[in-house]
């Protein structure tokens, strides 16, 4: 027989030649250590949201004081993208290859030292740019590593909310940051938040240990696959998962037009004075509270038996179409309070994302979600790196018109959302994954199940694995 280790659809370990004993297992609730990893990865993406809003709301006033032009402004702002877009991958292996402890630790370190730093550079812009490529390095670290911890440590009925409360934790960090730094000078900002994630790294220390026993919840995985190395290409070869990065890719450049400009919209367009800039919290409030509900919302459908992919497919397109329809609405209205009502309701339905195409990755490659976020996010991270430089040029050659720059990302959405739907899935794609599920079968079979089909019915059921076969075979 093949040693399998397996999780019911309860969440708990057991041997594949225990199945037939097992059918009674009490219903799973996070455990105390899932629950802790929960909340130290939310609060670390807490710290990562709110550092990368401080400088979209400190520009206002740096621009006063350093006289930078709009082309400065932009490459300021992206310049994060760029360091962001180089260390995903690196985040996703090194936390394979040495553990997530001291790659996370060492990831918050960097982006909260080099946060600190930020204004004793600033009178260099040359310096500043490097000193924000570096941020966007440690933080680009951050999210592979909690990815590879929740999809190893989260079971599928409670993995819609842990991305939700991942997700709202990162708003709530930027809408923190939005109400606090207009009030303080803008030094402080970064001095502030800087601190606090390197609080979080001693934090870190102390409460999580790494361990291999039964409080992580392994996915579904024999023993004889465990040591199989997939080729990157296989990273690129598959359709659902381009469904997941073009989908996050449209998703990534509304938020980065909105996180890298509103303050500057308002101000400019709006006639925003520096208390008005704090109205730039709410959309973060809104998408906070949606992406909890979102999250609840998509793992109750999901034990009401609706499909995966139906929960996935229909977050993803409120995710994508709402926000798309409510930026065309945002860019054509001339009042400060409607347009803060519409850019808000659009960053809310922007968190139903958490729920779809973000948790479809535990879905499809259960066993390499941190590496495929990691290839995600990094494609993602493309809008970041343009976004700066092109709304400066969209918004010189149309004359101070903004409606090109809300235009593109709406049609931008909306391509993705369409796309997502017509080639995602919620079954495994990676060669590995398949196999692992397949694996089991004749294990099953040999324990007792006299057919083939009764084994997969027993298995859908308890287990929740889906097959491409169900045909009646005697064992």
């Known amino acids: 027989n093949v040693p399998i280790e397996v999780r019911n659809s309860s969440g708990w370990l057991c041997d594949a030649t225990d199945l037939k004993n097992q059918t009674d297992m009490p219903k799973f609730r996070m455990l105390p250590r899932t629950s802790r990893i929960v909340a130290l990865c939310s609060a670390a993406n807490f710290i990562n949201a709110a550092d990368r809003v401080i400088m979209p709301i400190a520009i206002v006033p740096m621009t006063d004081e350093f006289k930078w032009d709009l082309y400065w402004q ?103 940051a939005s109400v606090l730094c207009p009030h303080l000078s803008w030094q402080t900002g970064f001095y502030l938040f800087g601190t606090i994630g390197i609080v979080w790294t001693l934090l870190w220390l102390i409460l999580y240990h790494e361990t291999n026993s039964q409080d ?59 208390e008005s800039i704090s109205l730039t919290a709410f959309p973060y409030i809104v998408n906070s509270l949606v992406g909890i509900v979102a999250g609840h919302s998509a793992d109750n459908l999901i034990q009401k038996r609706w499909p995966i992919l139906s929960v996935r497919r229909l977050m993803t397109n409120i995710g994508l179409i709402g926000p798309g329809a409510f930026l065309l609405a945002f860019c054509a209205v001339d009042n400060l309070l409607a347009a803060v009502i519409f850019v808000s309701i659009s960053m809310g339905l922007c968190a139903c994302n958490s729920a779809g195409h973000l948790s479809n990755h535990a879905d ?112």
């Open 364 to 475: 499809i490659a259960p066993n390499h979600a941190g590496i495929t976020f990691a290839v995600s996010n990094t494609i993602a991270t493309i809008p970041g790196i343009l976004c700066g430089p092109l709304t400066a040029e969209l918004v010189t050659a149309s004359h101070g018109r903004w409606l090109p720059v809300f235009v593109l990302a709406a049609a931008i959405n909306f391509t993705g959302a369409i796309i997502y739907q017509s080639h995602s899935s919620a079954l495994p794609v990676l060669p590995i994954d398949i196999c692992a599920e397949l694996l089991v079968l004749p294990t099953l079979c040999n324990e007792g199940f006299s057919s083939k089909s009764r084994a997969i019915s027993y298995m859908s059921k308890e287990f929740k694995f889906n097959f491409f076969s169900m045909s009646d075979t005697s064992s």
């Open 74 to 176: 932009g490459w300021i702002l992206s310049a994060f993208a760029f360091g962001y877009f180089t260390s995903q991958i690196i985040g996703a292996n090194t936390a394979s290859r040495f553990g997530c402890k001291m790659v996370l630790m060492l990831a918050v370190l960097l982006w909260s030292v080099s946060t600190i730093i930020t204004p004793i550079l600033a009178q260099s812009v040359l310096l500043l740019i490097i000193c924000r490529v570096i941020l966007g390095l440690g933080e680009g670290l951050g999210l592979p590593v909690i990815f590879h911890l929740f999809a190893h440590s989260v079971p599928v009925e409670e993995r819609s909310r842990a991305f939700g409360y991942l997700v709202a934790a990162g708003s709530v960090g930027q809408v923190v």
């Open 216 to 274: 992580e919840i392994p996915l579904f995985v024999p023993k004889v696959t465990q040591n199989r190395s997939l080729r990157w290409t296989e990273f690129i070869s598959h359709w659902p998962l381009w469904a997941l990065y073009i989908a996050h890719f449209a998703m990534n450049w509304s938020n980065y037009i909105i996180m890298q400009w509103l303050p500057t919209y308002l101000a400019r367009n709006l006639s925003a004075n520096k």
